[in-house]
């Protein structure tokens, strides 16, 4: 009996406490507005920045920079995906101020209203972009970003591992390679390259089209082809030679080349995606003017210099892209290895070919879903 | 007066409990049963008729690496406890010695020993054991696959876990009274019956929690079967995480799948608990 009240007593605090506890979450982010603009407020002259990027994605000497520049405090973070990112931002877990997700991931904050137009006048910079990284699909008007990156998917393969140079996505499929080839673990890369490989569109929402793609990894994945699914795990696996093959970015591969000079990197004939990662700022973002800031800095043909050095992805500044070869030979010493760079910084023959990810509708992400559980059943 | 003051020192308890066992509970129900836009609905349970593959192959995975757990920690804990205090100082280090580097790290460490162009495989190649096998059997192999298989994933749970199984049984053999078990050979039992009819029921206890605190986090674990398992073993903490991190956010489903688990185990719990009926000091609160 008096476990039974003492059990009743926990439930109805626990209860209690639960109500409250949600009441507080709600009302939080108004103190906390009111904490943060005091903080940036220019009488006390402490101003922050939340960002939020991707792992190992940035000069991070540059943030240093800018903090000295500027004053301003940075909250460097950093997200493992997109998808990541993005159930963050639902939760409400983060207060980021900017974000920088990829295109497709892009244009679907802008349908939910998550995103606010830019205030070009503050970024000087965005002249010096590329006019081909302008105005892309995923934010037509250009009202919302400004790019930070940019490049390929590929195959990644190790030429002592395979009889013939890969051209195709077939070797992705092909059980000659069985127990030695990667599948990224991502359901719209995977099922993207089967679709390449089909001819159809990778941004399809045909249901038809996407089932026959799913048949294709599925029948791979029963004959045994594939080792594992990976994201990160994939630098370990390829450096070492503990798999021949496995679909990732050119960014990517340039790292593990230094590790591995036996790896190669191919834009497969059948096309494949290219994508570009753009700095955004949130709706509900408290830092709007230091956001604006930062984001001009990174825009800075300096900044884009210091950071396709750092982490090998393609710079959308036209004068960073243009400068880059010589700013290497200054560095290094040595000429920079123009096959290389060209994996970097695709030409444009092979973006001609690749194709950008549009967000898909609602339905289509689901089916995406769950056929990707479905394969791992 | 008194009772009342010994009751204030349960407070912190009592808060701790409620808002950080309680109250997430009481999320995951009402996560579960509503859709995003906040109704009620049932569809989330009805959906998980998919997953049936991934509950049998979680549960199937866990009971083995506990059963393996059980198989080496009972007897290492047995031998332990019957030791010089020495034995049992050094014993007691090596097991815990593991765990103070992080799990994820240790996992990771796995990784490249199992690999194709791993430790074993390497040692092996250049022993020529391949060679060897090749010659015997016309074989043509040379490498055994083991990243990506069930075993690499019961083996990383085994590796991870064992200490918690080893640790309760250890303390609670460690505690017996030897009076006890010279009782029973005075009584003319011999060492098997001593260890059938005294030992073993004395040390029920420490299996039982021994046994859940191996189990539960092994049907939960989803690093060791993304990590081991090459992705390719998905397990209910894969199918979980993909609800909340990966490409469809959808944690209402989550949250269903997590309740379902949640009553499996706590059904697999009140079984073992009247499997050990009788023994006062058992595990479940």
């Known amino acids: 009996m008096k476990k039974l009240v003492a059990l009743t007593l926990a439930g109805s605090l626990a209860l209690g406490l639960f109500l409250t506890g949600c009441s507080v979450e709600q009302v939080s982010s108004e103190p906390n507005e009111t904490v943060s603009s005091s903080e940036s407020g220019a009488d006390t002259g402490d101003r922050v920045l939340n960002v939020c ?15 000295e520049e500027t ?4 909250n ?12 963050l931002l639902k939760s409400g877990g983060a207060n980021y101020d900017v974000i920088c997700p990829s295109d497709y991931m892009i244009s679907q904050l802008i349908e939910e209203d998550m995103l606010q137009p830019l205030d070009y006048s503050k970024i000087p910079n965005f002249e010096k972009i590329d006019t081909r990284f302008k105005n892309l699909s995923y934010d037509p008007e250009n009202l919302y970003t400004v790019p930070y990156t ?4 590929g195959i990644i393969y190790n030429t002592t591992m395979v009889d013939e140079p890969i051209t195709s996505w077939s070797a992705m499929f092909d059980e000659q390679y069985a127990g030695d080839v990667l599948l990224i673990n991502n359901s719209r890369d995977a099922l993207g390259m089967a679709l390449y490989y089909l001819g159809y569109s990778v941004n399809t929402t045909d249901e038809a089209q996407i089932r026959e793609a799913f048949q294709l990894l599925s029948d791979a994945v029963s004959k ?7 994201m990160d795990e994939v630098f370990q696996k390829m450096e070492q030679g503990n798999a021949a093959i496995a679909t990732y970015y050119a960014g990517d591969y340039l790292t593990m080349l230094e590790n591995n000079p036996d790896l190669a ?9 290219w994508f570009v990662d753009a700095m955004c700022i949130l709706k509900d973002a408290q830092n709007v003017d230091e956001a604006h800031e930062w984001i001009n800095f990174l825009a800075s043909t300096e900044a884009n210099l210091a950071n396709m050095d750092y982490i090998w992805y393609a710079s959308p500044n036209a004068e960073a892209l243009e400068q880059y070869p010589a700013y290497y030979e200054e560095t290094y010493g040595e000429p920079l290895d123009m096959e290389l760079y060209e994996i970097m910084a ?6 001609d070919r690749c194709e950008a990810y549009l967000v898909l509708p609602e339905a289509t992400r689901t089916l995406y879903n769950d056929l990707w559980i479905e394969l791992g059943l | 007066m008194k009772k009342n003051k010994r009751s204030l020192l349960a407070v912190p308890y009592v808060v701790w409990m409620a808002l950080f066992v309680v109250a997430p509970i009481i999320m995951v129900v009402v996560y579960a049963f509503s859709t995003a836009s906040g109704g009620f609905t049932l569809d989330n349970f009805t959906r998980m008729g998919t997953y049936t593959v991934i509950f049998t192959r979680s549960f199937k995975l866990a009971l083995i690496a506990t059963a393996v757990c059980l198989l080496i920690g009972y007897p290492l804990s047995y031998i332990m406890a019957r030791e010089g205090p020495r034995f049992q100082r050094v014993g007691m280090m090596l097991i815990m ?9 240790r996992t990771y460490s796995w990784m490249s020993i199992l690999e194709k162009n791993g430790l074993i495989n390497q040692f092996f190649s250049a022993i020529g054991l391949f060679d060897l096998i090749n010659a015997v059997f016309g074989t043509n192999i040379e490498y055994f696959h083991m990243i990506g298989t069930q075993g690499a994933v019961v083996l990383g749970m085994v590796y991870n876990y064992l200490p918690f199984m080893i640790l309760p049984i250890y303390s609670v053999i460690v505690k017996l009274d030897n009076s006890l078990l010279e009782a029973a050979r005075d009584l003319g039992a011999n060492s098997t019956a001593v260890f059938r009819k005294v030992i073993f029921p004395l040390s029920l206890p420490g299996i039982l929690s021994g046994v859940t605190m191996v189990f539960v986090p092994s049907v939960s674990t989803f690093a060791i079967s993304r990590l081991l398992g090459g992705g390719t073993q998905m397990l209910l903490g894969d199918l979980i995480e993909q609800q909340f991190l990966g490409g469809a956010y959808n944690p209402h489903l989550g949250s269903a799948i997590a309740l379902v688990m949640m009553l499996i185990v706590i059904v697999c719990m009140w079984v073992m608990n009247h499997f050990g009926e009788g023994e006062e000091q058992a595990v479940m609160l």
Do not use: C, H, R
């Open chain 2, 97 to 105: 010695l593991p765990m103070w580097v992080n799990f994820l790290l």
């Open chain 1, 53 to 67: 990027n991707w792992g190992e994605y940035i000069d991070e000497s540059l943030i240093t920079q800018f903090e």
């Open chain 1, 76 to 87: 460097y973070q950093t997200a493992e995906s997109n998808e990541a990112l993005y159930s």
């Open chain 1, 224 to 230: 045994g082809v594939y080792q594992g699914k990976v």
């Open chain 1, 150 to 153: 940019w490049g390929t998917l």
């Open chain 1, 265 to 273: 990197y191919v834009v497969p004939e059948e096309g494949s995606n």
């Open chain 1, 71 to 74: 004053g301003i405090k940075v």
């Open chain 1, 346 to 351: 695709a030409p444009q023959e092979v973006l």
